[in-house]
């Protein structure tokens, strides 16, 4: 089974993740899990994206991926492209290669987190071992986020679930409700992107 934790910055997915580590295996988020590399392809990002989803893929553990192997797409949609990442034709050929290769498809569950802007503010305060310097910038994705993951979910064969995360506790709780009733199912990961590739033309 992987998992994958999205939702706002500072939300908490990663505090959630270490209350979960003794249950799954937890693969960081690009920056966090090849901290002290330096990218040298215009394609680093994307690559460490698929080497996050292959080390879920070895191991015989349950597996959260802390943030979205598919990121880069959703991200760089909502910021119309910038010119220093790779443009959306070249986003598409590279996810859909991937997927061709079976070196990628999407987590069995997508966990969503909300919370309120306070929340975050607070989280952002408190939490000294992160920087955030982007926090101002990742608040203005939070709605197109969700149109994103509310298309998966009513559009696609993809599991998305959506989890208010006020309470740490209360929500270690949903969590592992929701992965616990969760069944792996079949999926066309190539039918899927389409669909999301479609939708994001529009």
């Not at 994958?4 to 270490?18: H, I, Q």
């Not at 330096?38 to 080390?55: A, D, G, L, M, V």
């Not at 006020?166 to 969590?175: D, F, S, Y």
Request: glycine residues 2%.
């Amino acid at each position: 089974m992987i998992v994958c934790f999205e939702g706002p910055s500072a939300v908490g997915k990663s505090s959630l993740s270490k209350l979960l580590s003794d249950q799954h295996l937890i693969v960081p988020e690009v920056n966090l899990l090849f901290e002290g590399e330096t990218p040298n392809s215009k394609f680093w990002y994307y690559k460490k994206q698929i080497e996050r989803y292959q080390i879920c893929l070895k191991t015989n553990q349950s597996s959260i991926l802390d943030g979205d192997p598919f990121q880069p797409l959703w991200y760089n949609w909502i910021y119309d492209f910038p010119k220093q990442f790779p443009n959306f034709e070249e986003t598409v050929t590279f996810y859909a290669k991937q997927i061709s290769l079976e070196q990628l498809r999407f987590p069995d569950l997508y966990i969503i987190f909300e919370t309120d802007l306070d929340n975050l503010y607070q989280r952002k305060e408190s939490d000294k071992s992160r920087k955030r310097r982007n926090f101002e910038k990742h608040l203005k994705l939070i709605e197109p986020q969700k149109k994103y993951f509310k298309f998966l979910q009513e559009e696609t064969t993809v599991e998305v679930k959506f989890v208010d995360l006020m309470n740490l506790k209360t929500a270690r709780e949903e969590v592992l409700a929701l992965i616990e009733a969760t069944k792996k199912q079949e999926q066309n990961p190539s039918d899927v992107f389409e669909k999301i590739k479609n939708w994001i033309i529009l």
